[in-house]
């Protein structure tokens, strides 16, 4: 009988279920959602997967990311990366509507997507692996050595990203387990970074984050939709088959908690030039109002000292912009900041303002960049489509 | 005028706000609640602090725990250990209530409680340093050794517990940090574990969580308030002291994901004894249908291998039934639950349950407990008390 059973236990090979038929079970075996009377969950909540743009990156920001970088094994070819490619937009697809991933094994783990996307992004090896070297982006290499920086390793560059973000964790660490394994032999995983904000429903819909400084963190950004933030945001088409992409800077922010304890509010709150309750900047009384970097005060001493962190971070012309998207991030090796930035064009616009921040900025004996890497982003694409079509068959 | 500003900058030593100020101005400088037309935010959410328990164990599980070990630091005594409790019971009812603990450093993450409950425990060294040892409960020591173990001192052990939960991971980071940080003079951190469930909202209210294999886990756990849950749970007065109070085992169980996918659905069911669909029993159809272990097949073999982990895990007697209020956890070291089981005696209770699992389980090929630490966990106190009063002053 035991022997029975250890046949029975581990007998049957491959009969994975059919999809649907296991999505249908899940749903329908009822997990009590009409027994309640509980609001409707927001775990069927969805983000179209679908588009010009890739999603999650306009998408109003989910409470958890991961970011997983991955690099792909020797030998491979442009033929293999389509092939990641095309597993990649079936699964992210059928993740993002909450199905199970083709051969998913843990199918009811996916039935919640809580607004899941799933953004791939390309470093600068796919390039030559595809044959296409002379389509890669100038800007897309490491970031130039900047002296504030002690970058490790473990947390810098690959070949391929994967941004997985949700509203539910149990969300984004299945479907980041599942993207990843589905391509195992073609790519292994160099680094996965997590990330969170407040759950949904903590603040209203809209509240700017706060990091772990307790600083309100991305005021600046441009909102969705906006001009400035598709100007910002959409590479216009440099090179061509970026047309409706973007790129990704992920740095990886140690922050230094212990020695920022040390300062008072008001030294904090000159460092980074807005107050801590509000956001607002030292020279107005709303998160939002503009920082006025002339106004001084009655020795003539500005406001806004021009070291602070928003001194030093303002655009100095329209050029130096960009969408900051980041996550908290808490783990064995430190507490700090996800500062993942989105712009067309990485050289253009994210690079002098760090620059000028690596230089002087009040903010830097409390933050260390520990992590760095930098990927294009391929824009959107259709039902028929896959990540960098417009790339590998342009 | 640079010099000036830097003056300003690292100025002004331990200038704290009051307490009351800045939590005030936090809100009144106003978040943009009373301008929304969204649903009241859930961060609000309180569970009481006071009461004939601790709160955290009874508490509908939050999405979000941190579980963090202290060793005290040499040559302290009892009144030390009652300055850390005193701190915590103060800290921990400000932050359980919303508002700032003594000193905050980040006061605006204070700000949403999102049902926080702070949870202390303690390690055996706490009865040798208070003078005490003749208190200390005789299953209060490290698990006997089991033979699928395979422990990491960097999960284990520990002289204190805090246990931090919330429905809000920012709110978790910056209690956890909070609490630790204002002891640290006295006790250092010796691990932090950080785990997950579903998003608040994600699901119905009620519904049983799933593990990262996507089990439905927890299915037995008695019902809080109930005759079954005083009984299992609550320490009677053995010691006189610990009456109202509890043990915690906690459990940190790397899955092994790579092999268990290996499993096809069939195998899977029968290892555990359930259906993953629903989580019923193999000889039922419904997650709380109660499993017959006699029922066989037309072949006359049992339904529910005797060898699956229900059928293992079930309790031979009365005694042997425990509360269950784990997390998963997802980190760089791999993924699996950090099993919390709460008892009023681990060796009566958890320690036959656990040694049968050991022996036989279905389940060990896939499961490997890296991680393992016991604590007392002494009962509730009102607003004069902390957590131990009945001990230390007893």
Known sequence: MAELSRRRLLGGGAA??????????????????????????????????????????????????????????????????????KVWAEDGRRLAGGSPALGDTEPELALDPARLTVTVGFGPAVFDVAGLAAQRPEWLRPLPAFSIDRLEERWSGGDLLLQVCADDPVTV??????????????????????????????????????????????????????????????????????AGGTSLVLRRIRMELDTWDELDRPARELAVGRDLAAGAPLTGSRERDDPDFAATDVHGIPVIPPESHVARARPR????????????????????????????????????VQQRLAEHDALNPWITPVGSAVFAVPPGFGPGGYPGDTLFEG
């Open 16 to 85: 994975v279920l059919g999809v649907a038929g296991i999505g249908a079970a899940g749903v329908g075996t009822g997990l009590g959602y009409a027994a309640t009377r509980e609001p409707e969950p927001t775990g069927g909540r969805t983000v179209a997967f679908h588009g010009v743009h890739q999603a999650g990156i306009d998408t109003e920001p989910q409470a958890f990311a991961a970011f997983v970088a991955l690099d792909l094994r020797p030998g491979l070819d442009r033929r293999a990366l389509v092939g990641i490619m």
């Open 173 to 242: 660490s299945h479907a980041t387990r599942t993207l990843s394994k589905s391509v195992r032999s073609l790519a292994t995983v160099r680094w996965t970074q997590r990330g969170f904000r407040n759950a949904v429903g903590t603040k209203p819909t809209g509240t700017t984050m706060r990091n772990l400084m307790g600083q309100v963190d991305g005021t600046v950004n441009p909102a969705a939709g906006s001009t400035d933030f598709d100007r910002q945001v959409w590479n216009p088409g440099t090179p061509a088959w970026l």
């Open 317 to 352: 012309n329209a050029n130096e912009q960009f969408l900051r998207r980041g996550y908290n991030y808490d783990d064995p090796d430190g507490a700090g900041l996800l500062f993942a930035a989105y712009q067309a064009d990485v050289d253009a616009q994210f690079v002098p």
